[in-house]
């Protein structure tokens, strides 16, 4: 579709999205119509071996969880179902968080927020020694005495 924006001419190509249409179905107005879906394209869950409460699991990318043999073997057998997530307590939320925390982006993000607040509080403290010099220079002893103590506080 040409589209013009502001005098300049170009072609739009909007997504396809892949449509499938449901069984259900009906009659509007006489004429007959069917839902229309979009398909939603799988989202690939990270395969890893975990733990919980002592129980080894596995993680597929289908997201279903696979139960480890103490041998460390993977049996396609032992499928856990929904059902038997929710009871043994292992939602897919709680995985999630699991993988999440475990995660190299994880490890990345804790030390930049590490690092953040390290320099935040050098800031914070560069800061009150400058007022600090200010007030003792001005000879105000109430808000030398008022800094000093916010800095015992800080440290």
């Known amino acids: 579709m040409k589209l013009t ?10 997504p396809m999205l892949e449509v499938t249409e449901s069984e259900m179905g009906g009659k509007y107005r006489g004429q007959p119509f069917r839902y229309t879906y979009v398909r939603h394209v799988p989202i690939p869950q990270p395969v890893e071996r975990l733990t919980y409460r002592g129980a080894a699991y596995q993680t597929t990318r289908q997201g279903q969880i696979l139960q480890v043999s103490d041998g460390g073997q993977v049996s396609n057998a ?12 292992m939602s897919f939320a709680n995985l999630r968080d699991k993988l999440v925390n475990n995660s190299p982006a994880a490890a990345a993000r804790r030390q930049l927020l590490q690092e953040s607040s390290r320099l935040h ?20 002893e109430g808000l030398v005495q008022q800094l000093r103590l916010e800095m015992s506080q800080s440290l």
Do not use: F
Not at 5 to 14: C, I, L, Q, T
């Open 121 to 140: 509080r050098e800031n914070i403290a560069r800061s009150l020694e400058h007022r600090l010099s200010i007030a003792e220079s001005q000879g105000n």
């Open 5 to 14: 924006y502001r005098g300049v001419e170009y072609d739009s190509n909007p």
């Open 78 to 89: 032992s499928v856990v179902d929904k059902s038997q997530q929710r009871q043994a307590g």
